[in-house]
């Protein structure tokens, strides 16, 4: 099992689909790697050497922000955000949707589950 950016890579797994695991490398970043690494995608994890890995992990560390520096820049634009005070900062503190969504009757992954209002009757006729 190789370890890339602090991630253990599955081994059975296809080069680009295996570097997905790392949190900030989908499909095409992957593909832009294997390129870079002048590796076929096809090749399997465990048929790398430890060449080919340094190879990758060094082209990552270079190129990209994954895992814990791309949290942490992530997570200090919506506290920037949110000290703003701007709208999409209000919406994060809210913790209702930031991107113009309909709130009304969907939006229960931001929302969590719904909570039942106490004296509200279901409307008969």
């Known amino acids: 099992m190789a370890r890339i950016a602090g991630v253990n890579i599955p081994s059975a797994k296809r080069l680009d689909i295996a570097l997905t695991y790392i949190h900030g490398i989908g499909r095409v970043k ?6 870079k690494a002048g590796l076929p995608a096809e090749k399997r994890i465990h048929q790398l050497t430890d060449a080919e890995v340094i190879r990758i992990r060094e082209i990552i560390d270079r190129d990209y922000t ?3 520096d791309l949290r942490r820049e992530v997570s200090m634009n919506i ?5 703003l005070g701007c709208y999409r900062g209000l919406r994060h503190r809210k913790k209702l949707p930031v991107r113009g969504q309909r709130t009304h009757t969907n939006a229960r992954t931001r929302k969590g589950k719904a909570k039942p209002i ?3 009757k279901i ?3």
């Open 30 to 35: 992957s593909g832009q790697i294997c390129e």
């Open 66 to 68: 994954v895992e814990g």
């Open 79 to 83: 506290k920037r955000l949110v000290d």
């Open 118 to 120: 106490a004296g509200k």
């Open 123 to 125: 409307a008969t006729k």
